[in-house]
Nanobody
Framework: QVQLVESGGGLVQAGGSLRLSCAAS????????MGWYRQAPGKERELVAV???????NYADSVKGRFTIARDNAKSTVYLQMNNLKPEDTGVYYC??????????????WGKGTLVTVSS
């Protein structure tokens, strides 16, 4: 059974940094995309950054120049380095693995989420 395990959330002051990690496991043959979404209180879940298997990346405009996504395909792990954090970055951050191929099917998976709180 495929699982995504996230770590690295926490409380940080504005201007600080955090690094999130997400490791996928469970009979995985390949993963097409690995990325991070976030959901702030009272708002819809939104894309933060995604790393595609071919090496390209995509970022939300609000985090460009501050966040960096990196992927270790050998470890089925994705990282999100978040610098110069702002209070508006506060929310629950969810890891997503898209197009995960196993022996039985190909589908997307979500982690349980990790809370990031940025104080002003």
């Amino acid at each position: 059974q495929v699982q995504l395990v996230e770590s690295g959330g926490g409380l940080v002051q504005a201007g600080g940094s955090l690094r999130l990690s997400c490791a996928a496991s469970g009979g995985i043959f390949s993963i097409n995309t690995m990325g991070w979404y976030r959901q702030a209180p009272g708002k819809e879940r939104e894309l933060v950054a995604v790393a595609i298997s071919g090496g390209s990346t995509n970022y939300a405009d609000s985090v460009k120049g501050r966040f960096t996504i990196a992927r270790d395909n050998a470890k089925s792990t994705v990282y999100l380095q978040m610098n110069n954090l702002k209070p508006e970055d506060t929310g629950v951050y969810y890891c997503n693995a898209g197009g995960v191929r196993t022996l039985f099917n190909t589908r997307d998976y979500w982690g349980k989420g990790t809370l990031v709180t940025v104080s002003s």
